[in-house]
């Protein structure tokens, strides 16, 4: 039997774990509404209440959670549903294997990053393409390499980023580690970005081409790389306080049951 | 808040009667002062004398509606002492809320008129007997 509180954070969570909205905002609905079931049930309780008695009032207080839950997902910004469809792409879920995780981004980027070139890059060489002279199949050539080696950088680029982010959480914990590891990051982004360099250099014929290719891949993916840790910081900040809410067992239906009633 | 002219029960108001005009409720208890949520509620019932029958996790919405749209200010409470649990976050009235709230006063005020009148009937003429038009 899990205790009042526990009850009233899953009926919150309940309602706020499916709103389409940026992890931020849905963290700031969970403890606005926590805050107020435990000021309700606090007040339910005042008059010496049974317990489970004062709990399903506060429960049929705050009302059904699927309306509340619709009236919160109309209330959301059009950003906010941006970063939350974001999200669904980049962040894992709950039980999905890192490898698949990471695959299913390094095929999703390298595709749209296939399909933005095909739009942009490729029409003013669309005649040479559709003749299929030496011109045009370096350019479909690079623009195939751009995908395969940002799709490859975004595989690794989650696999390293899960790798150091469970490092970070468990064992940096002091900022002497974190800047030891900031270091490391430094280097592991060059390092990464000049096999880039080298891998465009060596597969591609067009010695001009590649060297422009190259320059872009070497800044393009060593400043993205830099600023990896800033990010995995930003990310790991919000990702703390959203860990006990989302490691909620949400089976049973206690709350959705006491409400209807 | 002033209590009602007759100690009267009066009739549940709910959720369909105040959609539409709880956001103008808001403002005007945040007129008075800022509140956090449950404050908001518990100003609001006792203003209803006890006839306001709102779904209180619908109070959330209407709240993050009018932050987006600059009529309140939101920030997370400094100090809870003697408290447990998660913070809370104080709303605030800005100046485009109080002007919202001017407006929406002006609408209310011209709907109890025009509306009320037809309801009650005083603002209705009496139809011409048939046979004399």
């Keep these: 039997m899990k205790d009042t509180y526990e009850q009233l954070k899953v009926f919150v969570e309940r309602i706020v774990r499916p709103v389409a909205a940026s992890e931020k905002d849905k963290l700031k609905m969970r403890e606005e509404l926590y805050s107020h079931a435990l000021d309700a049930f606090e007040h339910e ?138 270091g490391l990051w430094a280097l592991a982004s060059g390092t990464y970005a000049a096999l880039g360099w080298g891998f465009t250099l060596a597969v591609s014929h067009d010695p001009i081409a590649s060297k422009t290719l190259g320059i872009y891949w070497f800044f393009g993916s060593g400043l993205a790389l830099l600023f990896a840790p800033l990010l995995i910081e930003m990310d790991l900040r919000e990702r703390r306080p959203l860990a006990e809410w989302h490691a909620l067992d949400l089976g049973d239906s206690t709350g959705e049951r006491a409400v209807a009633e | 808040m002033h209590p009602p002219a007759n100690n009267q029960p009066r009739a549940a108001i709910d959720g369909d009667y105040l959609r539409g005009h709880l956001e103008t409720m808001i403002l005007a208890v945040l007129e008075q002062d800022e509140a956090h949520g449950f404050e908001v509620l518990r100003r609001l019932e006792q203003a209803g004398c006890g006839a306001l029958r709102l779904k209180e996790g619908t109070l959330y919405p209407a709240l993050y509606r009018l932050e987006e749209s600059g009529k309140v200010r939101a920030r997370w409470e400094d100090n809870q002492t003697g408290r447990r649990g998660p913070r809370r976050r104080i709303y605030k009235i800005t100046r485009k809320g109080t002007r919202q709230l001017s407006a929406g006063r002006e609408a209310w005020t011209q709907f109890v008129d025009v509306v009320g009148g037809i309801v009650i009937g005083r603002a209705l003429v009496p139809t011409p007997a048939e046979g004399t038009a």
Excluded at chain 1, 92 to 120: D, F, M, N, Q, Y
Excluded at chain 1, 139 to 148: A, D, T, V, Y
Excluded at chain 1, 154 to 174: C, L, N
Aim: glycine share 14%.
């Design chain 1, 45 to 182: 309780g005042l008059g010496g209440s049974d317990p489970a008695v004062a709990l399903r009032r506060t429960l049929a207080r705050l009302g059904k959670p699927g309306e509340t839950r619709a009236a919160l997902q109309a209330s959301v910004g059009w950003e906010s549903r941006i970063e939350h469809a974001n999200n669904r792409v980049f962040r894992r879920s709950a039980g999905v294997p890192l490898v698949r995780h990471a695959a299913k981004v390094g095929l999703l980027t390298g595709g749209a990053l296939l399909l933005v070139e095909a739009l942009i890059a490729l029409p003013p060489h669309l005649a040479e393409v559709l003749r299929w002279n030496g011109e045009g199949q370096i350019h479909i050539r690079m623009c195939l390499m751009l995908g395969l080696l940002f799709g490859t950088g975004m595989f690794f680029g989650i696999m390293y980023s899960d790798v150091a982010w469970r490092i970070f959480e468990r064992r940096f914990g002091r900022p002497g580690d974190r800047l030891r590891l900031l």
